[in-house]
């Protein structure tokens, strides 16, 4: 399919000689323009990844802070954890790494209507604070591992939204972080090519925190990028793999898959996952000679 599309647009492009292609901005806005046919008809595509100085106010980031180190100073975090939150609040406090990824997503997510057409936001926190665990729980190398996946499970930025505290139910949750992304995305309808478009727009029930709160926990979805269950580190703090990919205390077994990343990157993880192949191939052939 792929394949199809690319000649056709390539032959558009042949058959079109006097539009100016510049840029690659140009290539796909030209074909949007003549054939409603490019990368910009392909929502699923569109997509990007901004820190929190793009989509959280300015007066929220301290507290935000804040709240981060209360929760990364607390007891009983392991000595893996607690280096990756050293990483972690570095990238907060530089204010450049993304936070948050936000993908057009051409489907509906809350009761989808049969014959209509939707668009979704969707927003992925690329840094949570919440962690989850995989544990062998049987001898039988075929049965599943227990896995507690904990999403929401930390109340990181609860502080930012004061009337998360009240609720009597607390949030476990890397809330803010999600709420704020509800409120940005909401305004990014404003946006003349969004707003044109949309003729019914789900909200949430209203924008006070806790409606925002509900809706988050109403159409919340673990994303895909799965990893960290054999983390690249050093042993003395939890770490599986060496550098060499070597399983520790091992002499011959590598693990070459995402499960080596030891903490998220900020962007999709199937290139990295294509880089660890290629360096393994490279380990592995070194080490046999
Ligand atoms: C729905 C979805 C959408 C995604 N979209 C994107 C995206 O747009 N961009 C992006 O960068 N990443 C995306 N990802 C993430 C990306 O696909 C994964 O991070 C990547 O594939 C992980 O590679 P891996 O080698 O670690 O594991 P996998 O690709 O899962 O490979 C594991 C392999 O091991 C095999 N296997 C499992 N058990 C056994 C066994 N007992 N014996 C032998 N073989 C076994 C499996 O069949 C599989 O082939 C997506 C993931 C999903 C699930």
Redo the contacts with the bound molecule.
Sequence with gaps: MCRSICLRQYNFFLNQAIIPLTNFETMPRSLQNNSHNSLLAATDSILSFIPFADFVEGSKLQPLLASFDEVASQPGLSPLQQKQYIIQREWLTQLTVPQLEIILYSRGFINPAAGESYITLLGGNQHPLGRGSVHVDSND??APPLIAANYLNNPFGASINPSFDSTPNPPKLDTSVAVEFVRFATSLLNIDSLASVAQNVTHPASFEDADILSHVKATIAPG????GSASMAPYNIGGVVDSELKVYNTTNLRV????IIPIHVG???????YVI?EKAADIIQASSY
């Excluded at 895909?224 to 990893?227: A, G, K, V």
């Design positions: 190398p075929l895909c990028h799965i990893l070459v898959d995402a499960s962007a999709h993880v199937q290139s990295l996952v192949a």
